[in-house]
Nanobody, 123 residues
């Protein structure tokens, strides 16, 4: 079992940057692949990025590729999402999620979810 708590969301102007953090409880963080997802009002939850156990594999949605960077620090039980060149269409609630061992991009494959953090990008 792992509990996830996101932080770092907020209001930013288009072109700005934010860094989201997701702190995980438990001693087995390094055995979980981690993902970031987002959900805008009236839309389904969508994949943003994911990272493997040892950070050797990362995935990005086409819409964020080249602007967002996922990373993790297993010593700190934390996964990050650095978001640069933000656009109004990035506005959403951002969730981190964990699943055992294998990295994935489908939200239904993740077992544990945080409560989300709001990101709002103004034009």
């Amino acid at each position: 079992q792992v509990q996830l708590v996101e932080s770092g969301g907020g209001l930013v102007q288009a072109g700005g940057s934010l860094r989201l953090s997701c702190a995980a409880s438990g001693r087995t963080f390094s055995s979980y692949a981690m993902g970031w997802f987002r959900q805008a009002p009236g839309k389904e939850r969508e994949f943003v990025s994911a990272i493997s156990l040892s950070s050797d594999t990362t995935y990005y949605a086409d819409s964020v590729k080249g602007r967002f960077t996922i990373s993790r620090d297993n010593a700190k039980n934390t996964v990050y999402l650095q978001m640069n060149s933000l656009k109004p269409e990035d506005t959403a609630v951002y969730y981190c999620a964990a699943r055992s061992i294998k990295v994935a991009t489908m939200p239904n494959l993740y077992n544990y979810w945080g409560q989300g953090t709001q990101v709002t990008v103004s034009s």
